[in-house]
């Protein structure tokens, strides 16, 4: 892991995992408020995503061990304000979306927010990826009795509350881990509605079956 950038003053930062998004990241990093750090995490671009990064801006750390998770974990690490979230970096979600996800966290009233995704428009999000969520969130219920629709990756919490929580999957399980051991912590979890948008590029993840199935064998395997 490795930080490019210097530091500077701000009120949180934004965790953004990124492998080959350099048609989506200057969008993303032009909706990030004020306030926010934005630490793009390079898991092994080969398209200048950290060059174009960096020149938007952002703080960049490199992360050579493949995996969502990982990326996100080492984000965790590099960042250093009170309140961090996590945001995918491939234009499906709008960091304009922070305030209203934070401010739950920054106000008290929960630990952990998540975003719960409205598709804008039909494909948005496909059948398989819904249904694989919906899935996972049945399951999730019944392990921790948390009633949520979403699992999705747009999240906010404060750093030393997510560092204490001692995540150790680095593959597609990271965020519902942290769901987990944030319930079994007896955190308060809440969800707030934001739009999701057609994403930029191809998905490694939810744009086919088998990278949905990939992520829902590793979500299973957190709940084991």
Same mark, same amino acid.
């Given at each position: 892991?490795?930080?490019?950038?210097d530091s500077?003053?701000?009120?949180?930062d934004?965790v953004?995992?990124?492998?080959?998004?350099a048609?989506?990241?200057?969008?993303?990093?032009a909706?990030? &408020?004020?306030g926010?750090?934005?630490?793009?995490?390079?898991?092994g671009?080969?398209? =200048?995503?950290?060059?174009?990064?960096?020149?938007? =801006?952002?703080?960049?750390?490199?992360?050579?061990?493949r995996?969502?998770g990982?990326?996100?974990?080492a =984000?965790?690490?590099?960042?250093?304000?009170?309140f961090?979230?996590f945001?995918?970096?491939?234009a499906?979600l709008?960091?304009g979306m922070?305030p209203?996800?934070?401010?739950?966290?920054r106000?008290?009233?929960?630990?952990?927010?998540?975003?719960?995704?409205?598709?804008?428009?039909? =494909?948005?999000?496909?059948?398989?990826?819904?249904?694989g969520?919906?899935?996972?969130?049945?399951?999730?219920?019944?392990?921790?009795g948390?009633?949520?629709?979403?699992?999705? &990756?747009?999240?906010?919490?404060?750093?030393?509350?997510?560092?204490?929580?001692?995540l150790?999957?680095?593959r597609?399980?990271?965020?519902?881990q942290?769901?987990?051991?944030?319930a079994?912590?007896?955190?308060?979890?809440?969800?707030?509605?934001?739009?999701?948008?057609p994403?930029?590029?191809?998905?490694?993840?939810?744009?086919?079956?088998?990278?949905?199935?990939?992520?829902?064998?590793?979500?299973?395997?957190?709940?084991?």
């Amino acid at each position: 892991m490795q930080i490019t950038t210097d530091s500077q003053s701000w009120h949180g930062d934004l965790v953004l995992p990124c492998l080959n998004e350099a048609g989506a990241l200057p969008w993303v990093l032009a909706r990030i &408020p004020d306030g926010w750090r934005a630490i793009v995490v390079d898991n092994g671009s080969t398209d =200048g995503s950290a060059d174009i990064a960096r020149r938007h =801006g952002a703080t960049v750390v490199r992360e050579e061990r493949r995996g969502f998770g990982a990326a996100c974990h080492a =984000g965790l690490l590099a960042a250093e304000a009170e309140f961090v979230a996590f945001c995918d970096c491939d234009a499906t979600l709008d960091p304009g979306m922070l305030p209203r996800v934070s401010e739950p966290v920054r106000t008290g009233t929960a630990d952990l927010v998540l975003a719960r995704r409205r598709p804008t428009r039909h =494909g948005a999000w496909p059948v398989h990826a819904r249904l694989g969520n919906r899935a996972l969130s049945r399951m999730v219920r019944r392990r921790t009795g948390v009633r949520l629709h979403d699992l999705g &990756p747009l999240r906010a919490a404060r750093r030393t509350a997510l560092l204490g929580l001692q995540l150790t999957d680095r593959r597609s399980g990271y965020p519902l881990q942290m769901v987990v051991r944030a319930a079994d912590a007896g955190w308060r979890i809440a969800e707030t509605e934001v739009d999701y948008l057609p994403r930029e590029g191809k998905s490694k993840v939810t744009g086919t079956w088998l990278g949905t199935w990939h992520a829902v064998r590793d979500m299973r395997a957190v709940l084991r």
